[in-house]
């Protein structure tokens, strides 16, 4: 039985795996359209088999591209892509790893890995630890990164609250 394994390095700034070179960088305005349907398209398949029907349903009506904005603007967004397309996307500030998402045919390959990485290094001068509320499908991804379970969380989507892991890691 033969291995296949991942080969991943950081070269010239750049994340190279198995011949695809993953780029992190700033997110802009212009990038909603695409955070938005690379979200929709995460949470449908990855994160469907953790939720009922009823919060699927609350998740992912009434979005648009517009929901992003305020994040956007405030600079604490990202993207990985690969040769220019987007692969994952993140928004870390204040202290807060508020998302991470990556597409589904990207999972297992060290985007997500990646992405929280950048985040925690975006928000690492805010103070001795980093905070996040994990999805429940997360949470395994999450502790083996170091974070520890608080409590139980929710998100609050289309007056349906979304249960979810309130998580921390010690950064000191």
């Not at 802009?28 to 398949?45: P, Y």
Request: charged residues 20%; aromatic residues 8%; glycine residues 10%.
């Amino acid at each position: 039985m033969s291995e296949n394994h991942q080969l991943l390095s950081l070269v010239n700034g750049h994340w190279s795996l198995m011949n695809h070179v993953i780029t992190i960088r700033p997110a802009h305005l212009d990038d909603a359209e695409s955070i938005h349907k690379l979200q929709l398209r995460s949470v449908g398949t990855l994160c469907s088999a953790a939720y009922s029907d009823e919060h699927m349903k609350a998740w992912l009506t009434n979005r648009s591209p517009r929901m992003y904005v305020f994040g956007l603007e405030g600079g604490g967004m990202y993207i990985a892509e690969c040769e220019g397309k987007p692969v994952g996307f993140g928004h870390a500030e204040n202290g807060e790893i508020q998302a991470i998402f990556v597409d589904p045919d990207w999972v297992r390959r060290s985007v997500g890995k990646q992405l929280l990485e950048h985040g925690i290094e975006m928000v690492s001068s805010d103070g001795r630890e980093v905070f996040l509320k994990a999805t429940l499908n997360a949470v395994g991804f999450y502790e083996s990164h170091g974070f520890v379970r608080k409590g139980p969380g929710s998100f609050d989507c289309n007056v349906v609250d979304i249960p979810a892991v309130r998580m921390t890691r010690q950064l000191h």
